[in-house]
């Protein structure tokens, strides 16, 4: 049986160019061009679908990719059963609570009865549950940063790498909730034929990776 295993990564975003020059600095040539959704390779059994982040823990559990490349943000909200093959080291973010920089933080039993506004509904109330705070919890898709701004909500918790844009945004960080990087996820019942091929390539980024340090 030739077997190819499918390899769900970013189309375009953050996480894209570290995945794909994961897979090439393995020796593994594929042509990723503009407005491509899928690649075979040339030299391994492997072909790519190009897909929004968001997506791909959901192909990675119902077997349509057998591994996947997301922020760990992205997988722990999206909370598929899938297997946490390998952390990567790239994509590094953290998701916080901001708060309005005017106003005063004396501890996180200041946000019950508030509202905040995130993407991450689930990490959210995962901490606010955690610590016993009852908040109103405004989901929205985008531009979470605004939503003080505008009277949406009294805080966002949001992903946060420099933290220029919460300033910006006139918003101070008040709580990391979460600490994310690049993860490879994986089908929880790969063939042995695709679970040989996935070795192989996690042999040789182990090698890249080893040539690197
Ligand atoms: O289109 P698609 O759905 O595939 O992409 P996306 O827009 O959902 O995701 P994308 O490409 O923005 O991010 C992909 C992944 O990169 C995220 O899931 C995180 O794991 C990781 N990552 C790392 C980040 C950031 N850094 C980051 N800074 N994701 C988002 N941001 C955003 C954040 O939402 C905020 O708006 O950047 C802004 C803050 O950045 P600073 O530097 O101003 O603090
Ligand atoms: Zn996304």
């Not at 952390?87 to 920089?101: E, N």
């Not at 994986?186 to 192989?200: A, D, F, R, T, V």
Request: aromatic residues 6%; hydrophobic residues 40%.
């Amino acid at each position: 049986m030739n077997e190819v295993l499918r390899i769900a990564v970013q189309k375009s975003g953050r996480l894209s160019e570290d995945s794909l020059n994961l897979f090439k600095e393995c020796g593994i040539k594929f042509d990723n061009g503009a407005g491509k959704l899928k690649a075979t390779s040339s030299n391994f059994p492997a072909e790519f679908l190009f897909l929004r982040d968001d997506d791909i823990p959901g192909y990675v559990e119902d077997g349509v990719a057998d591994i996947g490349i997301v922020g760990q943000n992205v997988h722990v909200e999206t909370s598929k059963h899938v297997n946490e093959v390998k952390l990567l080291g790239f994509s590094k973010c953290r998701l916080s609570i901001a708060i309005p920089r005017s106003e005063t933080y004396g501890g996180v039993k200041e946000l019950e009865g508030k509202s905040i506004a995130t993407s991450y509904p689930v990490i959210l109330g995962n901490f606010l549950k955690e610590n016993g705070v009852t908040a109103h919890i405004h989901e929205i898709s985008g531009s979470v940063e605004i939503a003080p701004s505008i009277g949406l909500a009294h805080a966002v918790c949001d992903i946060v790498s420099s933290g220029g844009t919460l300033l910006s945004n006139g918003l101070k960080e008040v709580e990391v909730i979460f600490r994310s990087e690049a993860i490879m996820i994986g089908y929880p019942n790969l063939s042995p034929e695709k679970q040989n091929i996935l070795n192989q390539i996690l042999f040789r980024i182990d090698s890249v990776q080893r040539a690197k340090n």
